[in-house]
């Protein structure tokens, strides 16, 4: 069936330094994938998303690719802060006869070390 | 406007008891989803909910599990008999037409079975 793959599960970074998470997907019609942020004992919020037809998007210090060819997307955090440490969850969705298929991947734990 | 709101915030009961566990979704949200996460784990699907189709079930993991959603708003999920292993956060998202949209999820129902 589909899945989602997320790596790597747990990423520690000095602030300042990028963070770059990754995902594969397995359905190739695939053609939503966003990202939410989980902070410690609050509700998953989307932060960034991208759609199969755009290759990258940006807004400020995070950022989205897209390979659909390969079946894979990442998110990129720059100069990372204390307060980007949470549990990052990416997920790959389509429209399919009527109903939807949307899977998450696993989750990455990411520290900022200050 | 207002959120996406769960109740109860959290919920202890005893092993054989049922539980049943409210959300309500965002105003003219016609999709509707339940995951389960237990601690520091990811976000595992239950059923979706959209507009007046027939759930998508094929997430809940036994019987015991059911929900309903009347009138296209309110939904209730209900675990019979409910378990030890059943311990979780219970989260609830609604999205504004199908699974190609932002998810906004609720703060969850923690489910405590001793």
């Given at each position: 069936?589909?899945?989602?793959?997320q790596?790597?599960?747990?990423?520690?970074?000095?602030?300042?330094?990028?963070?770059?998470?990754?995902?594969?997907?397995?359905?190739?019609?695939?053609?939503y994938?966003?990202?939410?942020?989980?902070?410690?004992?609050?509700?998953?919020?989307?932060?960034?998303d991208?759609?199969?037809n755009?290759?990258e998007?940006?807004?400020?210090?995070i950022?989205?690719?897209?390979?659909?060819?390969?079946?894979?997307?990442?998110?990129?955090?720059?100069?990372?802060?204390?307060?980007?440490?949470?549990?990052?969850?990416?997920?790959?969705?389509?429209?399919?006869?009527?109903?939807?298929k949307?899977?998450?991947?696993?989750?990455?734990?990411?520290?900022?070390?200050? | 406007?207002a959120?996406?709101?769960?109740?109860?915030?959290?919920?202890?009961?005893?092993?054989?008891k049922?539980?049943?566990?409210?959300?309500?979704?965002?105003?003219?949200?016609?999709?509707?989803y339940?995951?389960?996460?237990?601690?520091?784990q990811?976000?595992?699907?239950?059923i979706?909910f959209?507009?007046?189709?027939?759930?998508?079930?094929?997430g809940?993991?036994?019987?015991?599990?059911?929900?309903?959603?009347?009138?296209?708003?309110?939904?209730?999920?209900?675990?019979?008999?409910?378990?030890?292993?059943?311990?979780?956060?219970?989260?609830?998202?609604?999205?504004?037409?199908?699974?190609?949209?932002?998810?906004?999820?609720?703060?969850?129902?923690?489910?405590?079975?001793?």
């Open positions: 069936g589909e899945n989602v793959e790596h790597p599960s747990t990423l520690s970074v000095q602030e300042g330094d990028s963070a770059v998470i990754k995902c594969t997907y397995s359905d190739s019609a695939s053609n994938f966003p990202w939410y942020k989980q902070e410690l004992g609050k509700r998953p919020q989307l932060i960034i991208i759609r199969s755009v290759g998007k940006k807004d400020q210090r950022a989205v690719t897209l390979n659909k060819t390969a079946k894979h997307f990442s998110l990129h955090i720059t100069e990372t802060q204390p307060e980007d440490s949470a549990v990052y969850f990416c997920a790959a969705s389509k429209q399919s006869s009527g109903t939807y949307y899977i998450f991947g696993t989750g990455t734990r990411l520290k900022v070390l200050a | 406007g959120g996406v709101s769960q109740s109860p915030s959290n919920k202890v009961t005893e092993k054989g049922d539980v049943e566990l409210r959300c309500d979704p965002i105003s003219g949200h016609t999709a509707l339940w995951y389960r996460q237990s601690l520091g990811g976000l595992e699907f239950l979706y959209q507009g007046n189709s027939a759930p998508d079930k094929s809940l993991p036994s019987d015991r599990f059911s929900a309903e959603r009347t009138g296209g708003s309110v939904s209730t999920l209900t675990i019979q008999r409910t378990q030890q292993e059943d311990s979780a956060v219970y989260l609830c998202a609604s999205s504004l037409d199908s699974g190609v949209d932002t998810q906004y999820f609720g703060p969850g129902t923690r489910l405590t079975v001793l």
